[in-house]
């Protein structure tokens, strides 16, 4: 068996599905979606920040909820039946201040629910969380679903067709919340003294620098790696490809990771992970033209996400214990995928056309190896950190 059968295996992996192949129709197509509908490219930009943005407010806000109230699964189901039903807005809105309100309020409730889930997810597992990537990868599965076929929807019926697609995802999600169960035994567990001493550990503060760094990296990346192969003449479909097999390879990664961390521990993987990190940066700013190249630099992604994420889940679950699961969760969606990606996408903006891709891919591998120093320098005792009781 991959997890202990009193996992609840399919009903945790099918939130993560549909969670994922929300993101996986709206970071390629969003951005197109609002040129048809004739944003300019400065209002584009601001309103895909707002996706990033909610990242940082959603999921403190839910985190401190849950960690205070507890209810962490109506919660959850709470949140996602906000998002599915305040997406239409987007039906409704006229112009780009109502659009941007709306994009608000819903990305809010749907970015606040994914690490409250993380820690139900973990609650589960118990003591196997090294098996949490066996239940994260059908979110990779979702991802690649909705590249593929959102893509495929639109050529057949249009731009229009996007945000119906969106929409019946949101109900996916909302669905899966229902199936997926509670976990008694976060209502008994009892934290080991407060957050803040939990934050003040060095080890922790590196790890938040680490999350952030290389978040950060993936700004150009996500915000513009499409852009790049446009301008060197790749096709929409092998543009497409290219996104899908980083994604197979995260996919792939996320198999053994159950096997990976036990063996190799965090810090060698972690180290290992933002040196390649900063390799494949390094590959896409100088070898676009290269199609053998830009393979290999996509496999990449398995490290630079797939190894990173399954090590980082894995750390906040053993830092922060108890009542602090939310809030710890929280905390690495926040500084990472949302401070940390908004900057990076920030950053990239203003140096893509004053410096160039090459050198703002530069960037982003100056940032991963400077997270690798951090690991080095401050994460050698990780392994020894004792775990949750």
């Not at 503060?205 to 513009?224: D, E, R």
């Not at 679950?317 to 990076?344: C, D, E, I, K, V």
Request: hydrophobic residues 55%; positive net charge; proline residues 4%.
């Amino acid at each position: 068996m991959v997890v202990d059968a009193r996992v609840p295996y399919w009903r945790l992996s099918g939130f993560y599905f549909f969670f994922f192949a929300i993101l996986g129709a709206m970071m390629p197509y969003w951005g197109v979606y609002l040129r048809q509908e004739g944003f300019a490219s400065a209002e584009i930009g601001a309103l895909l920040a707002i996706l990033v943005l909610t990242k940082l407010i959603g999921p403190n806000t839910l985190g401190w909820i849950t960690d205070h109230v507890g209810q962490r699964s109506r919660l959850i189901r709470a949140a996602s039946l906000l998002a599915f039903v305040t997406f239409p807005g987007v039906f409704l809105a006229d112009g780009f201040w109502s659009l941007a309100a709306v994009m608000v309020v819903f990305s809010f409730f749907w970015n606040a629910t994914l690490p409250q889930f993380e820690a139900l997810t973990m609650n589960h597992l118990g003591r196997d969380t090294h098996r949490y990537s066996m239940i994260r990868l059908w979110g990779s599965v979702g991802f690649i679903v909705t590249v593929v076929g959102m893509g495929w929807l639109m050529d057949l019926f249009g731009h229009g067709a996007m945000p119906w697609g969106v929409m019946v995802l949101f109900l996916g999600i909302f669905l899966a919340s229902l199936a997926a169960p509670d976990h008694d035994g976060q209502r008994r567990q009892r934290a080991s003294g407060s957050i803040l001493g939990v934050l003040r550990r060095p080890e922790v503060i590196a790890l938040f620098a680490v999350c952030f760094l290389i978040q950060a990296s993936h700004g150009p990346y996500y915000a513009f790696f499409s852009i790049y192969l446009e301008d060197n003449g790749y096709s929409k479909a092998a543009t497409g490809g290219l996104w899908a097999l980083g994604v197979v390879a995260e996919i792939l990664v996320f198999l053994v990771m159950h096997r990976l961390i036990p063996r190799f521990g965090a810090f060698r993987l972690l180290l290992v992970t933002l040196l390649l990190t900063g390799l494949r940066w390094v590959l896409t700013a100088y070898f676009i033209q290269s199609v053998p190249v830009l393979l290999f630099a996509q496999t990449l992604h398995a490290f630079s996400f797939g190894v990173y994420h399954a090590v980082a889940i894995d750390l906040i679950h053993r830092f922060f214990t108890g009542p602090h699961q939310g809030r710890g969760q929280a905390l690495y969606s926040s500084l990472s995928f949302g401070l940390g990606g908004a900057a990076g996408t920030y950053l990239s903006g203003l140096t893509w056309d004053g410096l160039g891709p090459a050198l703002t891919f530069d960037l982003a591998a100056a940032f991963a190896f400077g997270g690798a120093v951090i690991v080095a320098t401050m994460m050698r005792g990780v392994d020894r950190t004792p775990g949750r009781e």
